[in-house]
């Protein structure tokens, strides 16, 4: 496995820790089905939460949120509405990002809560 991949696991088993002790339920973590993907999905205080998971090793070609633009939201919209529809989920959505930096626990972590809604289409 290519190191920016041992990179990316290492962030996401990070971030999943993070949330959990702030009390996040996990319900899935790397979910697909078919070319949809979610890196975590979990529930916290009556709602779903999708977090996107963005780990670089510094921030010297931006910011890691930067990454999730227009294209990439659409997508994690779409494969919530597929997850959302494969479980008979009845709660309402909200979207997170969960930026790591760093090479190594422990990361410099932000959670943004809310980071973006689904566009109106």
Do not use: C
């Not at 979610?38 to 670089?56: M, N, S, W």
């Not at 190594?104 to 943004?112: N, R, S, W």
């Amino acid at each position: 496995m290519a190191i920016h991949n041992d990179l990316g696991k290492n962030g996401e088993e990070a971030a999943t820790r993070f949330l959990t002790e702030k009390g996040y339920r996990i319900l899935h973590r790397n979910w697909r089905s078919g070319k949809k993907e979610l890196d975590i999905v979990a529930e916290y205080q009556g709602e779903l939460v999708v977090i996107e998971v963005k780990t670089r090793r510094n921030n010297q070609y931006g910011n890691p949120e930067d990454a999730v633009n227009g294209r990439k939201i659409r997508h994690i919209v779409s494969s919530a509405d597929a997850y959302i529809k494969m479980y008979a989920i009845d709660l309402p959505i909200r979207f997170d990002i969960i930026t790591l930096i760093g090479q190594e626990y422990p990361f410099q972590i932000e959670h943004i809560e809310s980071a973006f809604y689904p566009p109106i289409w």
